[in-house]
């Protein structure tokens, strides 16, 4: 047993590296903040983006030594401050001083209930604000991808809304601005009729990159290890005898190929590696391909993870969706966004078209760049308007590999929750579910951590039905065990 004497000396050094470590949080959060120009004028923005600041510069440190040497004084770990850091930091601060006998007059006050959690407060707000009222039974919300026939099927959009669809989203990839509208319509309708919000998300394509069309040399459509194709524009680009050719629309991609650069296909099924190019193509060696090999086919997406690309961020066809939709949407998914400047010119072909309050922004983290940029694509786009963010996991995997995935979804999960940002978990989320039916322990799994996020995108597939009906169920009774990174004791029943 430790006495209150040995616990005073033992929490002494203690209570100095906390003091250390919140002064130096300050000074660094401050310079953090300063440096997002222009000023951020949004008020219900600029308090949480403070906090964000301080969050980058405490997690710029390994607090791993810290976090065990609080534990055994029964104080927190810091492992849950995410929307509070200087209020957690005080707390313990303050407790801290008190178990080591020093004056507490020289420590932080003990933070107001209210100021503790105004983060989580501030992200309900936002989450209500792009995607609706909460549901009945969570309050994590689900977004489904609508096919084709939501356009004519009034009673189908109906049907998802009333088995919890929370938010539609419209692939603006596909179908036609008449098509969008009518899906839009059928959105409103539901929602009118069974009482349940329901929000309209329309996702821009952005300079996605695709294989538009593939050239065999023979009846084979496989490629395997080894092989080697040719990436070209059109009728350009180099030949090789026996070789497939893919050809991409982007003549842009292949001035900036050299050889090395990975070349990933169809979210990182292909892999491959670039031997030689110019700039009407390239030469690629496959790399990356189960046994059996994979297919090679049209519409599948393209990434080069290792390339800088300076594609502009809206493309001819970006402009003329949002001619179309700026008026009638709710939120305007961001495909591709990679620098704040991105962030800013999206919001002034919105301002021009749509005088007055702006949709909301889904920015889709897809690339490295957007990672690595993701505290200044927030500001640059909270600072205006209420932000979500999307972790488009198959891009973003074929991007900065598999192994690497989801440790990157918990960080931006951290990193969103710090600036009170609502997530959408997607990718391939009920994946085969959703298409063919089937369940599969892992995809219960994964959809099952996905709570943590504050939206879950299922695509479309003829069991979304089905899948909409088992997630909701599954999403509620998580939530009575965990809310982000907090595990709730709810009681067992099981034992």
């Known amino acids: 047993m430790i006495s209150a004497r040995n616990a005073e000396r033992a929490a002494a050094p203690l209570r100095e590296e906390l003091a250390n470590l919140r002064e130096a949080v300050v000074c660094e959060s401050a310079s953090i903040y300063d440096s997002w120009n222009p000023p951020i004028e949004r008020r219900a923005f600029r308090l949480v983006a403070r906090n964000l600041a301080a969050y980058i510069a405490l997690r710029r440190r390994d607090l791993r030594s810290l976090q065990v040497a609080l534990m055994p004084f029964g104080l927190s ?8 850091v200087l209020p957690t930091l005080d707390a313990v601060l303050r407790t801290a001083s008190y178990v080591s006998g020093e004056q507490l007059g020289l420590a932080p006050a003990y933070p107001r209930t209210a100021q503790f959690f105004r983060g989580d407060r501030q992200l309900q707000r936002n989450t209500e604000e792009l995607f609706g009222a909460r549901p009945q039974r969570r309050s994590t919300r689900i977004m489904v991808t609508l096919p084709s026939e939501a356009a004519s099927d009034a009673a189908f959009v109906r049907s998802l809304v009333e088995h919890g669809m929370n938010c539609a989203r419209i692939n603006a990839a596909h179908d ?26 329309v996702d821009i394509a952005g300079p996605k990159m695709r294989i538009e069309r593939v050239e065999f040399p023979g009846t084979d459509e496989c490629v395997r290890r080894g092989d080697t194709i040719v990436l070209a524009h059109g009728v350009y680009g180099p030949r090789i005898p026996g070789a497939a050719r893919a050809i991409c629309g982007l003549p842009e991609v292949f001035p900036a190929l050299e050889p090395g650069h990975r070349v990933m296909i169809d979210e990182g099924r292909i892999g491959a590696r670039v031997e030689r190019a110019d700039k009407n193509g390239a030469v690629l060696r496959i790399d990356q391909a189960r046994e059996r090999g994979e297919k090679l086919r049209a519409q599948k997406g393209l990434n080069f993870p290792d390339t800088q690309l300076d594609l502009d961020p809206l493309t ?64 640059q786009s909270a600072r205006y308007a209420s932000t979500a963010v999307m972790i488009a996991r198959g891009d973003l995997a074929a991007e900065i590999g598999y192994r690497r ?91």
């Open 77 to 84: 770990s810091l492992g849950r401050c995410e929307s509070r």
């Open 176 to 201: 036609s601005p008449e098509m969008w509208k009518a899906m839009i319509a059928n959105v409103r309708a539901a929602s009118k009729s069974t009482g349940n919000a329901c929000a309209v998300l």
């Open 316 to 379: 001819s066809d970006d402009y003329d969706t949002l001619d179309e939709i700026a008026q009638d949407t709710d939120l305007i998914g961001y495909s591709f966004v990679r620098d704040p400047a991105d962030v800013a010119l999206l919001q002034e072909e919105l301002r021009k078209r749509r005088p007055g309050a702006l949709p909301g922004i889904v920015l889709k983290i897809e690339t490295a760049r957007a990672v690595a940029n993701l505290p200044s694509l927030i500001v």
């Open 405 to 495: 995935v989801a440790e990157m979804q918990e960080e931006l999960l951290w990193i969103c929750e710090a600036a009170s940002v609502p997530v959408v978990w997607a990718t391939q989320v009920f994946d085969t579910f959703v298409k063919k039916g089937r369940r599969s322990r892992a995809e219960f799994t994964d959809a099952a951590m996905a709570e943590r996020a504050d939206c879950v995108m299922l695509n479309k597939g003829p069991y979304i039905i089905e899948a909409l009906e088992q997630l909701d169920d599954l999403l509620g009774r998580m939530e009575a065990h965990q809310t982000k990174k907090t595990s709730r004791l709810r009681a067992l029943h099981s034992w």
